[in-house]
């Protein structure tokens, strides 16, 4: 792998940070993806408005944002099969742009939807797309990996979606590559064919494969990536762990119930109950406010109908980010990076 960029500089209203502090110092693994000052419009419109970003080896990062933000073209520039207008990109070492020869045969790509013949069995399949690669994987063992197995002699016509996105990642995994591309590998699933691609895209991070996945789910998200980076116009709005994207981890605690009609709630609690006759309350200190709570609900015997203790999931921290930045509010932000993470940046 060729010397990684030198480290660039990221202005905004707030100062100057160098982006070499982006990553997590802790980790020694090398970079799958470097993304410096990245641009691409199209007819004068900025679809990728000079962003930045790394992914190291063995990560599984997911690349969240609405409709018209600028992933599908920065993951196709990715690929190498999109130009960027200006900026500095390394996948695995090469430039996309100019080596995506070099590049091919060390990258899977997972679409939407794949067309593979549905007579042919899934050995037979994959077996077949084996065959266009020098150096591929044993077939057995891609078909075991991705947990087909059992349905190694079945014909495609005959899996689930569940089992058809499953040969569909057999098929990307065929020549052994570095670096996966999921786009949206599960819309259109049930809960159940969701788990079953959840379970594969878990079994490549074992084998140490660096995954970047655009997905609209956030519980998919949530469960899949060390790192998520957020896109809104073109920019990117916020990076880090699911957990502390946009400082969720120190979001103020809140505090749901509904008490008996007349109860007389301890100090801190006695906020106007809403419609439904629940009562939401902010809380400062959550372990102290809550055993108040509960201490005096034992107490006087009064039930807490609906007892929720939540913060801002990772929807809300992503609608809010997205809302604003279509606004217009966040376009002059810097990149808000949360602390911690594997291999965070």
Same mark, same amino acid.
């Given at each position: 792998?060729?010397?990684?960029?030198?480290?660039?500089?990221?202005?905004?209203?707030?100062?100057?940070?160098?982006?070499?502090?982006?990553?997590? /110092?802790?980790?020694?693994?090398?970079?799958?993806?470097?993304?410096?000052?990245?641009?691409?419009?199209?007819?004068?419109?900025?679809?990728?408005?000079?962003?930045?970003?790394?992914? @190291?080896?063995?990560?599984?990062?997911?690349?969240?944002?609405?409709?018209?933000?600028?992933?599908?073209?920065?993951?196709?520039?990715?690929?190498?099969?999109?130009?960027?207008?200006?900026?500095?990109?390394?996948?695995?070492?090469?430039?996309? @742009?100019?080596?995506?020869?070099?590049?091919?045969?060390?990258?899977?790509?997972?679409?939407?939807?794949?067309?593979?013949?549905?007579?042919? %069995?899934?050995? /037979?399949?994959?077996?077949?797309?084996?065959?266009?690669?020098?150096?591929?994987?044993?077939?057995?063992?891609?078909?075991?990996?991705?947990?087909?197995?059992?349905?190694?002699?079945?014909?495609?016509?005959?899996?689930?979606?569940?089992?058809?996105?499953?040969?569909?990642?057999?098929?990307?995994?065929?020549?052994?590559?570095?670096?996966?591309?999921?786009?949206?590998?599960? %819309?259109?699933?049930?809960?159940?064919?969701?788990?079953?691609?959840?379970?594969?895209?878990?079994?490549?991070?074992?084998?140490?494969?660096?995954?970047?996945? %655009?997905?609209?789910?956030?519980?998919?998200?949530?469960?899949?990536?060390? @790192?998520?980076?957020?896109?809104?116009?073109?920019?990117?709005?916020?990076?880090?762990?699911?957990?502390?994207?946009?400082?969720?981890?120190?979001?103020?605690?809140?505090?749901?119930?509904?008490?008996?009609?007349?109860?007389?709630?301890?100090?801190?609690?006695?906020?106007?109950?809403?419609?439904?006759?629940?009562?939401?309350?902010?809380?400062?200190?959550?372990?102290?406010?809550?055993?108040?709570?509960?201490?005096?609900?034992? /107490?006087?015997?009064?039930?807490? /109908?609906?007892?929720?203790?939540?913060?801002?999931?990772?929807?809300?921290?992503?609608?809010?980010? %997205?809302?604003?930045?279509?606004?217009?509010?966040?376009?002059?932000?810097?990149?808000?990076?949360?602390?911690?993470?594997?291999?965070?940046?």
């Amino acid at each position: 792998m060729s010397p990684e960029l030198p480290a660039s500089r990221i202005t905004s209203d707030e100062g100057t940070i160098s982006a070499s502090h982006a990553v997590d /110092e802790s980790s020694t693994r090398a970079l799958a993806v470097e993304v410096r000052g990245l641009h691409k419009s199209y007819d004068g419109v900025q679809a990728v408005d000079g962003i930045d970003f790394v992914i @190291r080896q063995g990560e599984i990062f997911a690349l969240l944002g609405p409709n018209g933000a600028g992933k599908t073209t920065t993951v196709e520039i990715l690929e190498g099969y999109r130009s960027r207008d200006s900026g500095e990109v390394r996948v695995l070492g090469c430039d996309p @742009r100019h080596q995506r020869s070099l590049l091919k045969s060390r990258i899977g790509i997972v679409l939407q939807s794949t067309g593979v013949d549905p007579y042919l %069995t899934v050995h /037979e399949t994959v077996t077949m797309y084996a065959g266009l690669y020098h150096h591929p994987r044993p077939v057995d063992e891609v078909i075991d990996l991705v947990g087909l197995g059992a349905k190694r002699g079945e014909r495609v016509i005959r899996l689930s979606g569940g089992q058809r996105r499953r040969v569909d990642m057999a098929l990307a995994l065929a020549g052994d590559p570095e670096l996966l591309f999921l786009d949206e590998p599960t %819309t259109g699933f049930d809960p159940s064919a969701r788990r079953e691609a959840w379970d594969a895209v878990k079994n490549l991070a074992s084998l140490g494969k660096t995954v970047l996945l %655009t997905t609209h789910y956030m519980d998919e998200a949530q469960y899949l990536a060390d @790192r998520v980076a957020v896109m809104a116009g073109g920019r990117m709005v916020a990076e880090g762990p699911p957990s502390t994207l946009g400082s969720r981890d120190l979001a103020t605690v809140r505090v749901r119930f509904r008490p008996p009609a007349g109860a007389l709630l301890p100090v801190g609690f006695s906020g106007g109950a809403g419609p439904d006759g629940f009562v939401e309350v902010a809380v400062e200190d959550a372990v102290s406010d809550l055993y108040r709570l509960l201490h005096w609900a034992v /107490e006087e015997g009064v039930p807490l /109908e609906g007892l929720e203790v939540k913060r801002p999931s990772l929807e809300d921290v992503y609608l809010s980010l %997205t809302g604003s930045a279509e606004e217009g509010a966040n376009l002059t932000r810097p990149v808000r990076r949360a602390a911690g993470g594997k291999g965070a940046g």
